[in-house]
């Protein structure tokens, strides 16, 4: 990977293009116009779309400005990696044909740059979300997969419109923030201790650098309130709003 690694997640790009989303979506391409004039590598971690199936060869137009931002950093010499997160998981080859250098279904582990860096969506790893654990193994299942496309992308995405009008406006995680530093804190200790140096966690639109010694827990934010991006130079780690970069 080249130097300097842009880290962004829980983008959430909605399927209903008011005023709000084309603000949103117009600071994060001015983002990506930064990270053009300086080069480097581009990591997703989840959730960038806040909903994603592929219907055959279909896809949803009204993403149409957002795919052509990420393939104009890919012609640009932009890698871009990018890990499913709950929202976008169902990727069947999309991505890979027009924008990102590599999908991944599980977690990133960046073994370069004297550390060991793990980038993971994070969703399903509070103690208490043992019901979603179980309800994610099924949306993951063949069969549902199966079964839901076989919907086609007239219904599937009138389902997708009423997830995203339902995502855009929350900060659910707010409430149980106590929790969620205590068991992803917990988490990471444990890949610490397995030689991983910097653990990066999306999902829980926390924002926020944790050190511990020689090793860090980091809280990717989102781009519904924080609107942030987390930067590597190869030395040093920090992070920014949009209009901080």
Do not use: C
Not at 226 to 231: A, C, G, M, V
């Amino acid at each position: 990977m080249k130097l300097p690694l842009y880290f962004i997640s829980d983008s959430h790009m909605g399927m209903v293009l008011n005023k709000d989303e084309s603000k949103r979506r117009e600071k994060l391409f001015s983002i990506f116009n930064k990270i053009t004039e300086s080069g480097g590598t581009l990591i997703i971690g989840g959730d960038f779309f806040d909903f994603w199936f592929e219907f055959g060869k279909k896809t949803p137009e009204i993403y149409q400005n957002v795919f052509d931002a990420l393939s104009k950093l890919k012609d640009k010499g932009v890698d871009i990696h990018y890990v499913a997160g709950n929202h976008d998981y169902w990727n069947f080859g999309y991505f890979e044909s027009t924008f990102v250098k590599s999908f991944y279904k599980n977690d990133l582990l960046i073994d370069n740059f004297n550390s060991k860096i793990l980038v993971t969506h994070g969703d399903g790893l509070l103690k208490s979300d043992v019901g979603y654990r179980a309800l994610k193994k099924v949306l993951r299942n063949r069969i549902f997969i199966f079964f839901f496309k076989l919907l086609g992308e007239k219904i599937g995405y009138k389902i997708g419109k009423k997830v995203s009008h339902t995502s855009q406006g929350y900060n659910h995680f707010d409430d149980n923030v106590e929790e969620i530093k205590r068991d992803i804190s917990e988490y990471a200790e444990k890949k610490w201790s397995e030689g991983i140096d910097v653990v990066l966690v999306g999902h829980y639109h926390q924002k926020e650098i944790i050190v511990k010694g020689s090793k860090l827990l980091i809280f990717l934010g989102d781009w519904l309130k924080h609107y942030s991006i987390t930067k590597f130079d190869g030395k040093e780690w920090t992070q920014f709003s949009w209009n901080e970069l």
